[in-house]
C-alpha cells in the first residue's frame, strides 16, 4: 500500500519541509529556511474533504431541541465509500 502525505503526523510534515527547503531551496527564494515551521491546528479546505472513519452512534446525551428549519450552509465531503454527502452547518448561539 502506498503511504500518502495524509497519512504522516505534523512532526513528519514539518520535517519533510524543511528538509526540502534546506536540499532544494526554491529559486526564486534560495535563502528561505523553515527552522521555527509550526504546522497551524486549523485547516482551511477550499475543495474537498474525505472522512476515512465512521460512526452510526454517538454517547447518551439526553433529549436535544429540534434543529433550526433552514441551516446556514452545507459541508461537501467524501463519505467512508467515496460517495459525496452533504452535512448541514449552523449559526453558532
Same mark, same amino acid.
Do not use: H
Given at each position: 500500500?502506498?503511504?500518502?502525505?495524509?497519512?504522516?503526523?505534523?512532526?513528519? #510534515?514539518?520535517?519533510?519541509?524543511?528538509?526540502?527547503?534546506?536540499?532544494?531551496?526554491?529559486?526564486? &527564494?534560495?535563502?528561505? $529556511?523553515?527552522?521555527?515551521?509550526?504546522?497551524?491546528?486549523? #485547516?482551511?479546505?477550499?475543495?474537498?474533504?474525505?472522512? $476515512?472513519?465512521?460512526?452510526?452512534?454517538?454517547?447518551? &446525551?439526553?433529549? &436535544?431541541?429540534?434543529?433550526?428549519? $433552514?441551516?446556514?450552509?452545507?459541508?461537501?465531503?467524501?463519505?467512508?465509500?467515496? &460517495?459525496?454527502?452533504?452535512?448541514?452547518?449552523?449559526?453558532?448561539?
Amino acid at each position: 500500500m502506498a503511504e500518502t502525505i495524509g497519512d504522516w503526523s505534523p512532526t513528519q #510534515l514539518v520535517r519533510f519541509i524543511q528538509d526540502m527547503l534546506r536540499q532544494n531551496p526554491p529559486e526564486f &527564494a534560495p535563502n528561505l $529556511t523553515a527552522e521555527e515551521l509550526v504546522v497551524a491546528s486549523k #485547516l482551511t479546505c477550499s475543495d474537498l474533504v474525505i472522512f $476515512t472513519q465512521r460512526q452510526n452512534t454517538v454517547g447518551s &446525551a439526553g433529549g &436535544a431541541s429540534a434543529l433550526p428549519a $433552514t441551516p446556514l450552509g452545507y459541508f461537501r465531503v467524501s463519505d467512508y465509500t467515496g &460517495a459525496i454527502v452533504v452535512v448541514p452547518y449552523y449559526k453558532s448561539s
